[in-house]
């Protein structure tokens, strides 16, 4: 999914997948085979030796094991390499696909530390530790609410404590950029998506984005997200000043100057359109899932049967994310859920402990 909204965004995209899975994996069944990491860096050099590595962002995400993280990171090390000279024209994020690994677009790093959910891994033990060794080369990260936890030793069980979580990476491991997905505490209505840029001594620029939460589960939506803020962010980033015509795609990491607050941050602003975005697209989602099961007599989705596991079977196939049905949702958001300030600083957390 992460590459098919890239490319409609008009990005050039180069999928290097880390498995090669008949279905993902929330229909809790599956065939097919994992990369090793020799299979992942063959591939990457197979790109070297014919000059196809002119990427501009590497978006990074599930990992199969621990020598695969470390496969990962040799490759986000030579392209990081290869653009020394030229600050911000190399830029590597991290996203949260549970199941595909995307070197993509022709500046920078997105690394998703792609470990578990609702408070349990689904990496083995070993992947966190090389995880937490390759924070300090990415450009920004996208962790969910548990993976924030683990990187950071921070229980996070509210906001304050979500807070001290993403203050603590920005400091002890200099992310320029944080963006958590899928913040919920309790039985709230709504899900929070919380960001931050730090400035050049540590601190973070909070910001936040609250959007309805949507009764159902989907799978494939830390792909739509990553994608679209990598895009979303870029975009952002290349229209942004600093001073005179100096572009701030030119300043390493994309970091904006200390100055600029929270809400505009370009994170922030990409943030807005990415969840304007993916919400159209998955309330749409949701009712035409809503429809396939309720004409479910007329064989709409093609699984028979009154079994626990029929029954599960239908409910995932209807809520598959209707995303080339709605690509104008992707290409024009109507933002309709504005960023907020969260917090504004005033003295560092203690990150000794």
């Not at 099961?293 to 093609?302: M, R």
Request: glycine share 6%.
């Amino acid at each position: 999914m992460a590459a098919l909204v890239m490319q409609v965004l008009g990005c050039e995209v180069a999928a290097l997948n880390t498995v090669q899975f008949s279905n993902h994996t929330g229909y809790r069944q599956f065939k097919g085979t994992r990369a090793s990491a020799d299979e992942i860096r063959d591939i990457y050099e197979g790109l070297k030796q014919s000059n196809l590595t002119d990427f501009d962002v590497m978006l990074s995400g599930y990992a199969p094991s621990a020598e695969a993280v470390e496969a990962i990171g040799s490759i986000a090390r030579d392209l990081r390499f290869k653009s020394s000279m030229k600050p911000g024209s190399f830029f590597w994020g991290a996203f949260r696909p549970k199941y595909t690994q995307q070197i993509a677009i022709n500046d920078g790093a997105v690394l998703d530390p792609v470990m578990g959910d609702q408070g349990k891994l689904y990496v083995n033990e070993n992947v966190v530790p090389v995880y937490k060794m390759l924070l300090r080369e990415a450009d920004l990260i996208l962790p969910n609410q548990f993976e924030v936890e683990v990187l950071s030793g921070v229980k996070v069980t509210s906001l304050s404590t979500l807070k001290e979580a993403i203050t603590k990476l920005h400091q002890q491991h200099r992310i320029p950029h944080i963006i958590v997905t899928s913040v919920s505490f309790d039985e709230s209505k709504e899900l929070c998506v919380v960001g931050s840029t730090r400035r050049t001594d540590g601190s973070p620029r909070f910001f936040c984005i609250n959007v309805p939460r949507i009764d159902c589960f989907f799978s494939g939506t830390g792909d739509m997200f990553a994608a679209l803020t990598v895009v979303r962010f870029r975009e952002a980033v290349s229209s942004t000043k600093i001073s005179g015509t100096q572009e701030l795609s030119s300043m390493s990491s994309w970091l904006s100057p200390d100055d600029v607050n929270a809400l505009d941050l370009p994170l922030a602003k990409a943030a807005e359109k990415v969840l304007a975005s993916m919400h159209t697209i998955l309330e749409k989602t949701k009712k035409a899932g809503d429809e396939a099961l309720a004409s479910q007599e007329g064989g709409a989705l093609g699984i028979e049967g009154s079994s626990e596991q029929s029954v599960y079977l239908r409910q995932t196939k209807a809520a598959e994310v209707r995303l080339v049905r709605n690509l104008d949702d992707l290409r024009h958001p109507v933002v309709q859920y504005e960023a907020e300030v969260l917090w504004i600083p005033t003295e560092p957390f203690n990150t000794d402990s």
